[in-house]
């Protein structure tokens, strides 16, 4: 009788748990909706409060953050999210999500990661096909900035070495002539100008593009390793 009367107590105990997490998520939908971020942040984290393992209190409270800019935290809420979900769907958002959180803060490689995730699970979805598109676009768009700024640093300092040579050659012409002159400021050289390329959007039609020459370059990837190993078997994941 005590066994069953504990059972019971729990079930009530878990269920009103459940219904207090349906409201807040509920009433933090609302305010999403509404456009009042904080709002619903507070209401989707009372509902992780009431329950822990929730998977739509994790993904909407990082969709609640997000939207407040605070992107490193919102990743920690889809990944969350992302080991939660029990089925390809909410597996896929998720991840297309972090994607973006990444996206947001320059993390090409991470944001690419995530949205190829994201496409193994929901291969015909657009948005993580664009997304994917675009942080390749990026990476490539990184990696020449890094190649330029290695190159203007070197083009630097054999200037920085040249301006102290004409300095010392004029303080010693200076010191030849015996004439006392006011000092005036030296005029700065202007600092090499650094093309950055502004971020446009792409069209659809370039973004399929870009796809389509990755999408080749696996497949060759592939064709080789099935030349040199066709008795190996496929260590990649079933999704």
Known sequence: MKYRLSVLLLVIVFSVQAQDTREYIRSGNNAYNDGNFDEAEEEYRRALSASPGSLKGNYNLGNAIYNQKRYDEAVKHYQAAVSMAKNNKDKADALYNLGNAHLSQQQAKE?????????????KDMASKYNLAYALRQQQQQQ?????????????????EKENKEEEEEEEEENEEEQETPEEPEEESPMPETEEEEKEGMSREEALKILEVVENEDEQ???????????????????
């Open 111 to 123: 944001a690419i990661e995530s949205y190829k995730e994201a496409l193994k699970l929901n291969p």
């Open 144 to 160: 020449q900035q890094q190649q330029q700024s290695s190159g203007e640093k070197g083009e630097n300092e054999e200037e920085q």
């Open 221 to 239: 990837v592939q064709k080789k390793m099935r030349k040199t190993g066709s008795n190996k078997s496929n260590s990649e994941k079933d999704w």
